[in-house]
């Protein structure tokens, strides 16, 4: 299946509600966060998905074909390239984001305070399937 697309982020949402580690990292949690495909250039559309969390559940994942306009507490945000390597296990997501590889946009005190659950977050990704 295709990342991203509608069935890559429905398939996500039932893995990340089956992880126990998740639902315990992120039981204080409650908000959004956009993962979103950066566009080589501004005219092209970005996809991502938006994703509904709530004391360690996901009520939604919701894919756009283009992002740009979504609103969301967080974004989370890289080339395609570098979500390939993230979804292979080849990047920490919490160093992707300090040294740069990926951006993010929103409250960074309160998304420090749950780096656990955006890791385990990041490896139910990893176990999805997709096509690259």
Same mark, same amino acid.
């Given at each position: 299946? $295709?990342?991203?697309?509608?069935?890559?982020? &429905?398939?996500?949402? !039932?893995?990340?509600? @089956?992880?126990?580690?998740?639902?315990?990292?992120?039981?204080?949690? /409650?908000?959004?966060?956009?993962?979103?495909?950066?566009?080589?250039?501004?005219?092209?559309?970005?996809?991502? =998905?938006?994703?509904?969390?709530?004391?360690?559940?996901?009520?939604?994942?919701?894919?756009?074909? @283009?992002?740009? +306009?979504?609103?969301?507490?967080? /974004?989370?945000?890289?080339?395609?390239?570098?979500?390939?390597?993230?979804?292979?296990?080849? =990047? +920490?997501? /919490? $160093?992707? =984001?300090? +040294?740069?590889?990926? $951006?993010?946009?929103?409250?960074? !005190? $309160?998304?420090?305070?749950?780096?656990?659950?955006?890791? &385990?977050?990041?490896?139910?990704?990893?176990? /999805?399937?997709?096509? @690259?």
């Amino acid at each position: 299946m $295709k990342f991203p697309s509608a069935e890559w982020a &429905e398939t996500f949402r !039932a893995a990340l509600n @089956d992880n126990a580690a998740y639902r315990e990292a992120a039981a204080q949690w /409650v908000g959004d966060i956009l993962l979103r495909v950066v566009a080589a250039t501004a005219s092209e559309p970005a996809p991502g =998905i938006h994703l509904e969390l709530a004391r360690g559940q996901c009520s939604a994942a919701t894919f756009h074909a @283009d992002s740009r +306009d979504v609103a969301s507490e967080f /974004v989370y945000e890289g080339t395609p390239e570098n979500w390939r390597r993230l979804r292979r296990g080849e =990047i +920490d997501p /919490v $160093k992707a =984001i300090l +040294d740069g590889t990926f $951006k993010v946009r929103g409250n960074l !005190a $309160k998304m420090m305070r749950f780096t656990r659950a955006a890791k &385990e977050l990041v490896e139910t990704a990893s176990r /999805v399937p997709a096509d @690259d």
